[in-house]
């Protein structure tokens, strides 16, 4: 069965350094997403992106923030410099259309700023 | 804009009980609805979604939720808890007719621990 994939699982980075999450979509699917959950809250969504640019973000999505469909398979999130408030779970999604279609997630990558 | 209450944070069941998660939502347009599981240390898996047909809608492993629009409830049900059904769940919608990157709204989540 396709999977979403997110690399790596567990990433820890020291304040103010930049750090990119990684995530392989579903191949045939035309919508991506990051959300994040910290630790005891709930899932936030973060940004979505389609047809190379984005088409909604989140008042946290700041310009901290940035994601990039550098080739045809993998869709990264870039925080530029890490603040201990970014520590949380990052999931990427995709699907094949908006709303009526489901999302698929990641596993997740859990990021740890120190 | 839409949002999603789960009452309750922690759910407790005996296996072989009904297992009720509660979800209320709000939506200034027709919702989609969405029941999500989270496994330890694994990612979220679809368990069922609404998206206007029926209102009664069956999910994997025996869940099933009915969309109720008076009371803008979506609660998830299953008949016998299985010691397996232990995880969170997650509640969520999203305005009906996105045609952009729609975003998906959570609830706080439910944390279902079934006991022996």
């Known amino acids: 069965e396709p999977e979403v994939t997110q690399t790596p699982s567990h990433q820890v980075t020291q304040m103010g350094q930049e750090v990119i999450l990684r995530c392989v979509p579903i191949?045939?699917?035309?919508?991506f997403y990051w959300y994040r959950q910290i630790l005891g809250q709930k899932v936030e969504f973060l940004v979505s992106f389609y047809n190379n640019e984005i088409s909604e973000k989140s008042e946290i999505f700041d310009d901290q923030f940035s994601v990039e469909r550098p080739d045809g398979s993998n869709f990264t999130l870039k925080i530029r410099s890490t603040k201990l408030e970014d520590s949380a779970m990052y999931f990427c999604?995709?699907?094949?259309?908006?709303?009526?279609?489901?999302?698929?997630f990641g596993q997740g990558t859990r990021l740890t700023v120190v | 804009a839409q949002s999603v209450t789960q009452l309750g944070s922690h759910v407790s069941v005996s296996e072989g009980a009904l297992v009720l998660l509660r979800c209320n939502y709000s939506?200034?347009?027709?919702?989609?609805l969405f029941w999500y599981v989270q496994y330890p240390n694994q990612g979220l898996q679809l368990l069922l979604k609404y998206t206007s047909a029926a209102t009664l809608v069956k999910g994997i492993n025996g869940f099933e939720a009915e969309f109720k629009k008076s009371e803008t409830s979506f609660h998830l049900t299953k008949p016998s808890a299985h010691m397996s059904d232990a995880a969170e769940y997650f509640c969520a919608v999203t305005a009906a007719g996105e045609t952009s990157g729609s975003r998906l709204t959570f609830g706080e989540g439910t944390q279902l621990t079934v006991n022996p």
């Open positions: 999604a995709s699907s094949e259309l908006a709303g009526i279609t489901e999302a698929f």
């Open positions: 939506s200034s347009v027709p919702p989609y």
């Open positions: 191949s045939n699917h035309l919508y």
